[in-house]
């Protein structure tokens, strides 16, 4: 049997991280389809014999019967009363809310709290909680995993130079690395923010700069170490390149701490996104965030639907990624018995 069919039968063996993963995916791909389960426009609109999809498509009222060329609102009693009437029908998603829907027609101001119509209540600018959660969470899932997989790939080329290369290459690398290390991220970010617009690939580029240091140190351990087995010897004495020595002999026995420690480089980077966007210094305006919510709890403490929801989802999300990383692991470790 392969190391890797054993560490995934090792891992399996694991409860909780097995089903952390299984809950942690499900959660992801159900995100990934967000504009299916929360919208405030409808699926399908059949409406006089003809199929329209707003889902994908602006239509205007007038389309509808409206008096006006703008987009329609579906939330709109008029509108819904017109496409749903005699043979008319529209499917709705199940949260019939975006990230940047108002209810205008609720009854009660804002932040509201659950009702039938809003389950999760609604923040301060009367947007529905639960829409919010739902893209704040892919969002942040999307962005930490972009941000890990940049890290990664960088942590794992600097550590690898400064570990086969040894020497000279090393000691000039790690004294740069501590120069770099000792920079003020944090005074860096708030310097960035105010010269340029807030974006996510702003942000996704500042904090990758930063966020591959940790890495390196493991892998520079790894090539230090495995650049003396003779498998190694073996290859240099062949002629083969530096490079393929490294890509195809060094690399792939020197993943452990690179696997091992991806879900907990995940979920820092998530908690990283969150920690800024409550600062007021990640994603642009508007964008649903996680932090936004829990800056939103924190200036409204009597509306306890916003804070609660959110760091429930937040906690939970770590927590799963946690369990994930300690499973992980020990499915990694050849100490442990098949």
Not at 95 to 116: E, I, Q, V
Not at 125 to 138: K, N, P, T, V
Not at 273 to 291: A, E, R
Request: proline fraction near 7%; glycine fraction near 8%; charged fraction near 15%.
């Amino acid at each position: 049997m392969s190391p890797a069919r054993r560490a995934w039968r090792r891992f399996r063996r694991n409860p909780l991280g097995f089903w952390s993963l299984v809950i942690f995916c499900v959660m992801v791909v159900l995100s990934l389809f967000a504009e299916v389960i929360s919208n405030d426009r409808p699926l399908v609109v059949r409406y006089e014999g003809t199929l329209y999809f707003p889902i994908v498509k602006d239509y205007s009222e007038q389309t509808f019967g409206g008096d006006f060329p703008t987009p329609a609102d579906y939330l709109d009693p008029f509108i819904r009363d017109r496409i749903t009437a005699g043979a008319n029908w529209a499917i709705y998603a199940p949260n019939p809310y975006g990230p940047k829907t108002l209810n205008y027609f609720a009854k009660s101001p804002s932040p509201a709290a659950p009702t039938r119509d809003n389950w999760f209540g609604t923040d301060d600018r009367g947007r529905d909680l639960l829409a919010q959660l739902i893209y704040g969470f892919r969002v942040s899932v999307l962005f930490g995993l972009a941000l890990t997989v940049i890290g990664t790939a960088l942590g794992i080329l600097a550590g690898a130079v400064q570990g086969y290369f040894a020497g000279k290459t090393d000691l000039v690398m790690q004294r740069l690395i501590e120069i770099w290390t000792a920079m003020p991220e944090l005074y860096l970010l708030i310097i960035f923010s105010a010269i340029f617009a807030p974006s996510i690939a702003l942000l996704l580029i500042l904090l990758s700069v930063f966020g591959w240091m940790g890495l390196a140190d493991y892998v520079r351990a790894e090539f230090l170490r495995n650049r003396q087995m003779d498998y190694v010897r073996a290859a240099r004495a062949l002629g083969v390149s530096n490079l393929q020595i490294m890509w195809r002999h060094i690399l792939p026995n020197s993943m452990t701490p690179v696997v091992t420690f991806l879900p907990f480089r995940m979920s820092g980077s998530i908690l990283a996104l969150t920690s800024l966007d409550f600062l007021g210094l990640g994603v642009p305006p508007g964008t649903p965030s996680l932090g936004e919510l829990l800056s939103q709890g924190k200036n409204n403490i009597d509306a306890w639907w916003i804070s609660l929801s959110t760091f429930l989802v937040l906690v939970m999300t770590l927590l799963l990624l946690t369990f994930m990383g300690d499973a992980l692991r020990d499915a990694m470790d050849p100490r442990k018995a098949d």
